[in-house]
């Protein structure tokens, strides 16, 4: 009998989706990209057409903490939230919304987010308030690797609710205390439930080496004048590198076998990303902006070198961490998500899944339902036929009608239950088609 998992949940921000080698990657000039995580892939169970809740990253953490459609909150209509935001009182995760820490925590687990929150500033919002009993990491979208500021150029590091200044690389240090953690909390008999939110690959981009870099960006964290796929390339290696310590010490402590560890992006690639077949990226609703890794690894239930294409949404991994847990939602709060645990046990077993996405970048909506998705960007209507066109090139909109008005109608009645994006939500984009050529 299987006793309650241990859980470490990884999120990378803005990765592509073939940024790692065991979803078509490239290596780079120095080798294999990603090394831990394809091996993770081969001795687990890789999904081939799972989603995040939304192409911009703190609404899918939204739903991420919540197990819930991201748009039942205020804060998940910010695309995404951003400093601007410091002092609201409604721009953030309320404290009193169960949560997937929280749940865990009142059933005797550990818990820890090391590395990004992105949900709303103090005083009204944090992790500690939202059910994590250790909290490591930047409360903003996105912050420099060395001096931990973010764009606005304040100091964003924090232990817990205080400012905790730190010389060093961050994703060097996300990876050192998230090996501590493990350490003190894996000598005792609870289980734990640790949240791996990486800030790599975003923005800016500087590798271990690139130290000199942070004078020059800190007036423009966009870094629209530099980047490329090289180091762009080494920052994804610098976290698969501390996957792999992190792995090292769950070992370690004896607890590999009955860890459920987790992999994936809150969104889709950035602008040096890879995305092959897909078109789009961040921001859009085309495939490259929400098609995402995902990785499961879980030796005690997983058969290694699996393989499905089962439809997912980062909140049916929340939902599914709870199902492994054996805790039960909150009344008050039932998950939109669904557990995978099925799928997990047999690959093969897979099941309908629709899944539906809005943004008011664009006026944006999609719906895929099995093989089809409906689309609509700056009110042009679409039909795609997924697996024969992953590209979305091939808009079978007039030669399918009744199947467009029907998926139309499915996303329709599906936003129907939603609350309507306010008014004053706000995009930003933080570069356009003046800084470089759009997609």
Known sequence: MITRPDIVFVVADDLGYADLGCYGGRPATFGPVSPVLDGLAANGLRFTEGYSNSPVCSPTRFALMTARWQYRLRGAAEEPINSASRGSTTLGLPPAHPTLPSLLRDAGYRTALIGKWHLGYPPAFSPLKSGYETFFGPMSGGVDYFTHCDWRGRHDLFLGDDEHPTHGYLTDLITDRAVRWIGEVGARSAPFFLSLHYTAPHWPWETRDDEALAAEVKDNLFHLHGGNIHSYRRMIHHMDEGIGRVMAALRAAGRERNTLVVFTSDNGGERFSDNWPLVGGKMDLTEGGIRVPWIAHWPAVIAPGGCTAQHCLTMDWSATMLAAAGVAAHPDHPPDGVDL???????????????????????????????????????????????????????????????????????EAWEATMPAIPDDATVSLGYGAADMPQR
């Open 341 to 411: 645990l099925p799928v997990l046990r047999d690959p093969a077993a897979t099941f309908a899944r629709p899944l539906f996405w809005r943004m008011k970048h664009r006026g944006q909506r999609a719906h895929r339902d099995g093989r089809w998705k409906y689309l609509r960007v700056d009110g042009h209507e679409y039909l795609f036929d997924i697996p024969a066109d992953e590209r979305e090139r091939a808009n079978l909109a007039k030669r399918q009608p009744e199947r467009l008005a029907a998926m139309r109608a499915a996303y």
